[in-house]
């Protein structure tokens, strides 16, 4: 347990002795003590039982540190892993700039923390990020700039998302999207090669949100399990697509799911495998889609058309040389409304997903290895609002999809502002390694009369909304260089490289679920006398 002790001894010259492998521990060579008494610094209590298989509780975060070896290895990674990103970054070029926490509220995409002040009616804002700080330094002569930001956003928690959280931020002044990916690449693959003695791919490979959506049914998409999906609904006969979905004109499509050859490849243990995932709490959600539930065929060739026939003689045979299908392979088919790709995963997305973690759950797929890092472009410039995010706060149903900073990506998306906004691509890059978003960043709008037009004319912020970024479009009017920036997560970086599939795992002190610090007993109530003090009162 580490436990501290006062060692009392006399220290005399040490005798010669023999070379052993000690690990990791410092040897005292050419001393020792002649041990008189040792005795503990504080009594250890007797109400905490401390073996080597005791497992604490997160309201003893201390002992969890203190007893938990691979807990603080990955601290101690995320340690290096920083120092090692500053270094690379001060040599080209960078300068590690702070910049502040106490900000104000302004609507870029998602919940603030507020900070009241003794001032009636005045607040601080927590920053969802430095995004704004860091285009003013790029307009105050800062041509690059990095630091390792806090960050805070009230959202909802995951294993992934913590309320506060760390990201490495970075911008540049005369750049654009190959610039910094250029830089981000060269950050990451060192970081891989040094500490995790891998090579990763030079360059990473670009596919669109479009492609990615399409070929994945995920903006992150995992490219390791394989499992790509195709659209089938051409090939479908229309009394079988009416079977399967009550949409009208609906986009159908397709993937298949294989076990592993040696393990248990055959029609009987598919077919096993996926009524019991359906008949789960885990498959629920995908048999009450609105839009329909998936189709399921399972290839088996003692049955006419392998097992297929619904799907029409000439259909069956066409989706089998598409698939490549063998017997034992699991075919699923679901459709959704046909329209442009919004959000971040469609219905088969996730249900990829799913299938492919319950069979290696079950050993019926060996579980993915390596690392396949890949980069998203290609955003739309503008998504639909919804309830879970706040957006922009403008009446025109729309928010910008990364931030409403980012720039249209050519001339002809510009142009395309006044005709249809949703069909406006950003210049808007997301780095994805196995499935994980480590970070996004984009070429931003640099001009003062483009950026109140986003804002004004096609997002139709109010004026007192628009206001309050009055401070930006002061800085981009007195003149601005073109930059693009990128902001990557750190927790989940580090998490990624120590594999921990959470993010509390690679932080110190981390929150739990529901945001609470439960060994330090945070957020606490607030006395009547400090609700006095910031002149704040509890809704009756």
């Not at 005798?15 to 040897?27: A, V």
């Amino acid at each position: 347990m580490h436990t501290p002790v006062a060692v009392r001894g006399l220290l005399r010259e040490r005798k010669q002795q023999p070379d052993r492998d000690s690990g990791d521990i410092q040897k005292i060579l050419h001393v020792e003590v002649d041990l008189l008494n040792v005795q503990p610094v504080n009594e250890f209590p007797s109400d905490i039982i401390a073996t080597p298989d005791t497992l604490f509780g997160a309201e003893q975060r201390h002992l969890q540190l203190r007893s938990d070896t691979k807990l603080r290895a990955a601290l101690t990674t995320r340690s290096k892993a920083g120092l090692m990103l500053r270094v690379k970054l001060q040599d080209l070029g960078f300068m590690e700039v702070e910049t502040p926490l106490l900000f104000k509220s302004t609507p870029e995409g998602a919940r603030e923390f507020i900070v009241p002040t003794r001032r009636k009616g005045l607040a601080y804002a927590l920053p969802q990020s430095p995004q704004q700080f860091k285009q003013i330094l790029m307009g105050s002569g800062i041509t690059k700039y990095y630091q390792f930001a806090r960050c805070f956003r009230d959202e909802d928690l995951r294993a992934d998302r913590q309320p506060e959280f760390t990201q490495l931020d970075l911008e540049m002044s005369f750049a654009g999207a190959n610039q910094v990916m250029n830089v981000i690449e060269e950050l990451i693959r060192s970081l891989w090669s040094k500490y995790l003695e891998l090579e990763l791919p030079n360059p990473f490979p670009r596919i669109s949100y479009a492609e990615a959506m399409s070929r994945y049914g995920s903006d992150k998409p995992d490219t390791r399990i394989g499992m790509q999906i195709s659209p089938v609904g051409y090939l479908l006969p229309g009394d079988l697509i009416n079977k399967i979905t009550p949409l009208q004109d609906p986009v159908v499509e397709a993937m298949t799911l294989r076990f592993e050859p040696n393990l248990d490849n055959d029609p009987y243990t598919m077919r096993t495998f996926i009524i019991n995932f359906l008949d789960s709490s885990e498959g629920a959600p995908f048999i009450d889609n609105q839009e329909g539930g998936p189709g399921v065929f399972i290839v088996d060739s003692t049955k006419p058309l392998q097992g297929l026939q619904a799907l029409g003689f000439e259909a069956a045979e066409r989706i089998e040389d598409l698939f490549k299908i063998e017997d034992g392979d699991l075919l699923i088919l679901q459709a959704r409304r046909n329209g442009p790709f919004s959000g971040g995963s469609t219905p088969l997305g996730n249900l990829r997903l799913a299938l492919h973690a319950a069979a290696v759950r079950e050993g019926h797929l060996e579980p993915t290895t390596g690392f396949a890092p890949l980069w998203v472009t290609d955003f739309p410039l503008f998504s639909p609002t919804s309830n879970a995010e706040p957006g922009q706060g403008g009446d025109a149903g729309l928010a910008a999809t990364h931030h409403p900073f980012t720039s249209p990506k050519t001339s002809k998306d510009i142009d395309m502002l006044m005709i249809d906004p949703t069909k406006v691509i950003g210049d808007h890059y997301d780095l994805v390694i196995n499935g994980v978003e480590l970070g996004g960043g984009s070429r931003r709008i640099h001009n003062a009369e483009m950026q109140a037009f986003v804002m004004r004319d096609i997002l139709k912020m109010g004026p007192e909304r628009l206001a309050e970024f009055s401070h930006l479009l002061e800085v981009l009017h007195a003149g601005c260089p073109p930059h693009a920036g990128i902001a990557l997560g750190f927790d989940r970086l580090v998490a990624l490289m120590v594999g921990k599939t959470s993010v509390r795992d690679v932080i110190a002190f981390p929150k739990t679920g529901k945001g609470e610090d439960v060994l330090v007993k945070s957020p606490g109530l607030m006395s009547m006398e400090a609700l006095e003090t910031y002149h704040l009162q509890y809704r009756q």
